[in-house]
T-cell receptor, first 113, second 109 residues
Framework: DGGITQSPKYLFRKEGQNVTLSCEQNLNHDAMYWYRQDPGQGLRLIYYSQIVNDFQKGDIAEGYSVSREKKESFPLTVTSAQKNPTAFYLC????????????FGPGTRLTVL | RKEVEQDPGPFNVPEGATVAFNCTYS??????FFWYRQDCRKEPKLLMS???SGNEDGRFTAQLNRASQYISLLIRDSKLSDSATYLC??????????FGQGTELSVKP
């Protein structure tokens, strides 16, 4: 079955540690996205990538970094510079130019202690 | 002003009730509009797109008023399984989606 996987589902880290969240898709989509969701709020775009080896900052990129070395993979690193990293992180993908048809992964809930 | 604003929730309704959610958006050049459903602690899933002519999918009806920059979702004959958070989503151009904060619906027996 085609889809998007994110791992792990729950992640705990100590303050000051960098952590990398995994996102893999086998939908053959060119575009991939990372969002953050806080309680009672909508999704906010962190980074997006329209094609391999290229990515752009979203609305809240500070304290995060990404890479896009393979079409299938778009890992997100939450660095120690991110002031409030505890949140629900969602990865999505779409065909190129079809930002309106995004498919979401199940999400990773990150808690920084 | 937020780019996309929704009715604050939660909405608590009995089974069989009709419930309406409202949403406004600030960018008049926005191209496309959607309602997503998000179950607790899960990913959002597309419920339906919203067209200028209005569209219906079973018990769900979506309306768009471009002049007023307003989107609505009507759910008729509510079921327990409709309990979720409903997200209003706008594509304002520029390769990204803008999500509202969501309106929580709880349908009680």
């Amino acid at each position: 079955d085609g889809g998007i996987t994110q791992s792990p589902k729950y992640l705990f880290r100590k303050e000051g540690q960098n952590v990398t969240l995994s996102c893999e898709q086998n939908l053959n989509h060119d575009a991939m996205y990372w969002y953050r969701q806080d309680p009672g709020q909508g999704l906010r775009l962190i980074y997006y990538s329209q094609i391999v080896n290229d990515f752009q900052k979203g609305d809240i990129a500070e304290g995060y970094s990404v890479s896009r070395e393979k079409k299938e993979s778009f890992p997100l690193t939450v660095t120690s510079a991110q002031k409030n990293p505890t949140a629900f992180y969602l990865c999505a993908s779409s065909r190129r130019g079809r930002v309106d048809e995004q498919f979401f992964g199940p999400g990773t809930r990150l808690t920084v202690l | 002003r937020k780019e996309v604003e929704q009715d604050p929730g939660p909405f608590n309704v009995p089974e069989g009730a009709t419930v309406a959610f409202n949403c406004t958006y600030s960018n008049s050049a926005s191209q496309s509009f959607f309602w997503y459903r998000q179950d607790c602690r899960k990913e959002p899933k597309l419920l339906m797109s919203v067209y200028s002519s209005g569209n219906e999918d079973g018990r769900f009806t979506a309306q768009l008023n471009r002049a007023s920059q307003y989107i609505s979702l009507l759910i008729r004959d509510s079921k327990l399984s409709d309990s979720a958070t409903y997200l209003c989503v706008v594509n304002p151009r520029g390769g990204k989606l803008i999500f509202g904060q969501g309106t929580e619906l709880s349908v009680k027996p």
